[in-house]
């Protein structure tokens, strides 16, 4: 059964959105969500899963290098917890180290900084999701 899945790479100024599904295993920027304090940020994910027919929800968590959970990962994680307990679905936690710094480096060049801010956190969002489609098992249909 395909399920459609989507991921966050949340920020205290943007959040950046992707879209995918476990069929294609494949994860595209989507939307970006800018200064919407978590209360709002939180309606508009929610209605996002519903208008997009969401099955999975996956939100990055930035740990630091050396595995530990810093200020951001803190409140990327409650964060995480709100949205859980308002999509009541659960909410899959995946590492999102250096994703951002991965989504600056594909921009480089292209754009100038005003329009690259306005990109890379979809962009990671993008990353993060397509690391936790490609750690999916494969389904019985694909055998």
Do not use: W
């Not at 943007?14 to 476990?22: H, N, V």
């Not at 294609?24 to 997009?52: H, T």
């Not at 250096?98 to 993008?126: C, M, N, P, W, Y």
């Amino acid at each position: 059964m395909v399920q459609r899945a989507i991921a966050i790479d949340y920020g205290l100024r943007r959040t950046g959105i992707a879209i995918g599904d476990t069929e294609s295993r494949m994860a595209a920027p989507f939307e970006l969500f800018e200064n919407l304090p978590d209360a709002a940020l939180l309606e508009a994910i929610a209605g996002l899963v519903r208008r997009e027919g969401i099955d999975i929800v996956v939100c990055g968590l930035p740990f630091n290098e050396n595995g530990s959970l810093g200020p951001q990962a803190q409140r990327t994680e409650v964060f995480a917890a709100g949205l859980e307990r308002r999509l009541q679905m659960p909410v899959v936690r995946v590492d999102e180290r250096l994703t951002s710094h991965d989504a600056e480096s594909r921009l480089a060049g292209h754009f100038t900084r005003k329009q690259k801010r306005k990109r890379v956190d979809a962009i990671a969002a993008a990353r993060i999701l397509q690391d936790y489609l490609d750690h999916l098992k494969p389904s019985p249909e694909a055998r």
